[in-house]
């Protein structure tokens, strides 16, 4: 008797000229159409919209936060609630990270010893927190996502402590090995090992190749868009996805903005989450194919157009940017708004990406796409090289 992979993978079309590609992946929760742009539902909700508003625009995927999770609500809730996904009323797929990555954005607040980190609570200045591998995967057994990841030794891109750095590879490889073991849910959950090794391509090799020996379903590229230059990043992809197999899903962490999951798709990375699209919605910034609109400026207190006239999304069918203009950032109905809207900017992009390899036209969406970013032709050098890389050259 067989028992049904809870990660299955298919790749459907290649690129003939890039490394891009469509792929499905079919998780316990429901089908993924790849390449995919996750949001970021920190402590699980996503903020301004419910999750039936999800659903009903099609989202097939989003993320929850740990750290956060393990801290407030805590384990024994989520047990008892069966999961975070009747915990809040989700029906789609989760993925949650490791809590790995508040080693960097709370540095200032955390210990790393081999064991693993030790945190002074959010909640509680007094208490401490400790987050072993072993703690990481418990937590999130409980709140049971389709793909977990493993606990990672994170340092960030701009350090130039290579011995460092080295040490958080192979400390990245040993916690990945005790994450597998104390795994309760192999059957349900699927663990995705981190690529490490900031900018130091022997590192992020050793890392990708250490990774891959493991009995995994897929691999996530991590330790990135952490401040390093834009010609450093993509080289850094460049590298991974040439290393980590082409059967298995990708996942470049923490990217978001729309040139990068271009630039990234054709580099060949499968998935993309960060929580920019949801938080500058908050701010008051609606996406378009132009680039940003930050709608608390004078010039739209007198615009009666849509944000994007050809976007389907609510906000755009009933709202104009003056309304929008007046509320941004003062009523919370205007975070809903742009917070809709922002999400199915990058859902429709992420299908037009989709679309266009699916017919063969891939290269020509990539340069069409950056001749609206870049009306004068002005494009930024990373972009230029990075396509390049994968021979795409821009008009």
């Known amino acids: 008797m067989t028992t049904k992979s809870p990660l299955v993978f298919s790749i459907l079309t290649e690129c003939g000229t890039s490394k891009a590609r469509v792929s499905r992946m079919i998780l316990p929760h429901g089908p993924v159409d790849l390449p995919v742009f996750m949001p970021v539902g920190t402590q699980g909700t996503l903020k301004g919209m419910l999750p039936e508003q999800l659903e009903e625009l099609g989202l097939q995927i989003m993320l929850a936060n740990t750290y956060h999770l393990g801290t407030k609500p805590g384990t024994e809730i989520l047990q008892k609630a069966g999961g975070l996904h009747k915990f809040m009323n989700w029906n789609g797929c989760l993925l949650t990270d490791s809590g790995g990555f508040q080693m960097v954005s709370l540095l200032k607040l955390a210990e790393i010893t081999e064991d693993g980190v030790r945190f002074q609570s ?162 008051g910034c609606a996406l378009t194919r132009k680039g940003q609109l930050n709608l608390k400026k004078e010039q739209f207190k007198k615009d009666f157009r849509p944000i994007d006239e050809n976007c389907p999304c609510n906000t755009c069918k009933n709202y104009t940017r003056a309304y929008l203009s007046g509320i941004v950032t003062v009523l919370p109905v205007a975070c809903h708004l742009l917070t809709e809207h922002n999400i199915v900017f990058q859902m429709n992009l992420m299908k037009d990406i989709r679309q266009s390899i699916t017919k063969g036209k891939f290269p020509d969406f990539v340069r069409d796409f950056m001749l609206q970013v870049y009306p004068t032709k002005n494009y930024p050098s990373w972009i230029i090289d990075s396509l390049s890389a994968v021979n795409i050259k821009l008009k």
């Open 122 to 283: 959010l909640n509680d200045q007094k208490a401490e927190v400790m987050l072993t591998p072993e703690h990481s995967i418990e937590i999130q057994n409980a709140i049971g996502a389709d793909i977990i990841m493993q606990l990672d030794d994170v340092v960030k891109t701009t350090n130039p402590d290579k011995e460092r750095i080295e040490e958080s590879v192979h400390r990245t490889t040993r916690w990945l090995d005790r994450c597998l073991k104390a795994h309760q849910n192999p059957d349900t959950q699927n663990i995705f090992p981190i690529v490490q090794g900031t900018l130091y391509e022997d590192l992020r090799e050793k890392s990708a190749k250490d990774h891959i020996e493991r009995d995994v379903r897929g691999f996530a590229i991590g330790g990135l868009s952490g401040g390093e230059s834009k010609d450093d990043f993509w080289k850094m992809v460049h590298l991974s996805t040439n290393i980590l197999p082409k059967n298995k899903p990708r996942y470049l962490m923490g990217v978001g903005f729309a040139e990068d999951l271009v630039v990234c798709c054709a580099l060949g990375v499968d998935m993309f989450d960060c929580v920019f699209p949801t938080r500058t919605a908050r701010f």
